[in-house]
Nanobody, 127 residues
Framework: QVQLVESGGGLVQAGGSLRLSCAAS????????VGWFRQAPGKERTFVAA????????YYADSVKGRFTISRDNAKNTVYLQMNSLKPEDTAVYYC????????????????????WGQGTQVTVSS
């Protein structure tokens, strides 16, 4: 069974930190870019961050640049999102997704480039 499982979400005060994990089973992250997206209540899903297949290239939405860090551990088939200096506007369900392009150095914000998605993990930042 193909699954992407996000974990690490929760309730945190503004200024706090959380580390999200995305573990893959039934498919591999090795060789593929992986991205994080989020969807706030009543809003469309938006891009947060992405990492290329080797981990050598990353791309961030302007709203999280300098606060969030995406990383990957191919041996563990897991991608992480370290979120620091959290703000109430970061409140959302966070999703990870695997890109369709194997061994691609390009990482971008278009959700159409991603074909496997997790179920999401809730992040709530209180003011």
């Amino acid at each position: 069974q193909v699954q992407l499982v996000e974990s690490g979400g929760g309730l945190v005060q503004a200024g706090g930190s959380l580390r999200l994990s995305c573990a893959a089973s039934g498919l591999t992250f090795r060789g593929y870019p992986v991205g994080w997206f989020r969807q706030a209540p009543g809003k469309e899903r938006t891009f947060v961050a992405a990492i290329n297949w080797s981990g050598g290239r990353t791309y961030y939405a302007d709203s999280v640049k300098g606060r969030f860090t995406i990383s990957r551990d191919n041996a563990k088939n897991t991608v992480y999102l370290q979120m620091n200096s959290l703000k109430p506007e970061d409140t959302a369900v966070y999703y990870c997704a695997r890109d369709i392009h194997v061994y691609s150095d390009y990482v971008g914000p278009s959700s159409s480039d991603y074909n496997y998605w997790g179920q999401g993990t809730q992040v709530t930042v209180s003011s």
